[in-house]
């Protein structure tokens, strides 16, 4: 999304409690975005009335159940009234975590869940997921923060909602593990587990991709040459053509078993790769945790 002379770039931000929106939010305000948390609802229409001022170069408004007057029906309603404006640009986030992740962080913080009361914080979160799951099917963009850093959520942000014209395209690369499941963000992936594993060499085993031993040891398999001129010449092919047609935001995810040797490597590989193509390249490690 990118600011221009005829349309507001607004982000109508809502999603799960704990999922991650206020840090969303932090993000886009650091991106340059004037935001709204918590709004009602009555007052979304009047605060981007075609009479309005709007001298920001973005707005993005939080409306989610803690919002006076929430209700899906008619916030869902409004949203497609407000997608129909010629002078707004809008995109609905919606954010996203696992049930036993958001338990875990309302216990770990001692927070009250907005839904609960005097119930378990499970039960709050299983009715807030029924009341909003319309919403999400509804939404621009879904981001599920399960397995997110906060760094990895400001990156996500940054490259779905630039105010920047010139931004372009921003590609992330992501080395993951299938035992932990897909990400779900992801536009392209690739599975990485036909390559020579480093974790059956105990010498190798504790490294990562990024050791010069592992990543030798992953590139002297065999097939490794012609998948990596395959997978970098395909890339390397497609990425201008997604600039060219306007998508800002692209992720590109290697999977292995662990998401520590194989992965890393074809990751740190091929972003390597793009850079040296003049892309803007931010690469990640959902998996791996490095000393």
């Known amino acids: 999304m990118t600011a221009s002379a005829d349309r507001l770039p607004v982000v109508l931000l809502?999603?799960?409690?704990?999922?991650?929106?206020?840090?969303?939010?932090?993000?886009l305000e650091d991106l340059g975005y004037e935001t709204i948390d918590n709004l009602p609802l009555a007052f979304l229409g009047a605060l981007l009335s075609p009479e309005s001022d709007h001298p920001a170069r973005g707005v993005a408004i939080n409306v989610d159940i803690r919002s006076r007057g929430f209700n899906t029906e008619q916030f869902l309603r409004r949203v497609d009234s407000l997608r129909g404006r010629p002078d707004l640009d809008l995109q609905l986030l919606f954010v996203d975590?696992?049930?036993?992740?958001?338990?875990?962080?309302?216990?770990?913080?001692r927070r009250r869940h907005p839904m609960?009361?005097?119930?378990p914080v499970t039960d709050g979160i299983a009715l807030e997921q029924r009341l909003m799951f319309p919403v999400r099917d509804e939404a621009d963009e879904v981001i599920d923060t399960t397995l997110l850093s906060t760094n990895?959520?400001?990156?996500?942000?940054?490259?779905?909602?630039?105010?920047?014209?010139?931004?372009g395209l921003t590609v992330t690369v992501m080395s993951f593990s299938f035992k932990k499941g897909l990400p779900r963000e992801a536009d392209l992936v690739f599975d990485v587990r036909f390559l020579a594993n480093p974790h059956w060499v105990p010498d190798l085993r504790p490294g990562t991709g990024r050791d010069p031993e592992v990543a030798a040891h992953v590139a002297?398999?065999?097939?490794?040459?012609?998948?990596?001129?395959?997978?970098?010449?395909?890339?390397?092919?497609l990425v201008p053509l997604y600039r060219r047609e306007g998508k800002s935001y692209l992720t590109i995810a290697f999977g292995c078993t662990g998401g520590r040797h194989r992965s890393v490597f074809m990751a740190e590989r091929v972003g390597g790769v793009l850079r040296e193509g003049g892309h803007r390249v931010t690469v990640i490690h959902r998996d791996t945790v490095f000393a």
């Open 14 to 27: 809502t999603g799960l409690s704990g999922a991650g929106k206020s840090t969303s939010m932090k993000a």
């Open 152 to 167: 990895d959520l400001k990156r996500l942000i940054a490259g779905l909602f630039p105010l920047d014209e010139f931004a």
């Open 116 to 119: 609960a009361e005097d119930r």
């Open 97 to 109: 975590c696992a049930e036993g992740v958001l338990a875990q962080r309302y216990t770990e913080t």
């Open 220 to 237: 002297a398999d065999p097939a490794f040459p012609e998948f990596d001129a395959h997978v970098t010449g395909m890339l390397t092919f």
